[in-house]
């Protein structure tokens, strides 16, 4: 994943630089989706509640779990 995210950060000046071009009269906005069924890692959710940590993920972020609502989990939402 680290390729791609690299690939994406070296192209994405590029790409800004054809919606201001292209669409110099529009007011535009750019969203990120992600098409994963459920939010975060369940290993990593189970990890959290037990130990506190994910050993697998070392930022997951545990301590921010109690932030994510149902709404969160809901695609579409």
């Known amino acids: 994943m680290k390729s791609r995210q690299e690939m994406l ?3 994405f000046p590029g790409f ?3 919606i201001q071009a292209k669409f110099a009269d ?3 906005h750019i ?3 992600d098409g ?3 939010w ?3 290993t990593c959710d ?3 509640a037990m130990e506190g940590f994910c050993g697998g993920v ?3 972020p545990c301590d921010l779990l109690h932030l994510v609502t149902d709404c969160d989990r809901t695609i579409g939402a």
């Open 9 to 11: 950060l070296a192209a």
């Open 16 to 18: 800004i630089a054809t």
């Open 26 to 28: 529009f007011d535009y």
């Open 31 to 33: 969203m990120v989706v």
């Open 36 to 38: 994963d069924t459920e």
């Open 40 to 42: 975060g890692l369940i």
């Open 46 to 48: 189970l990890a959290c």
């Open 58 to 60: 070392p930022d997951y």
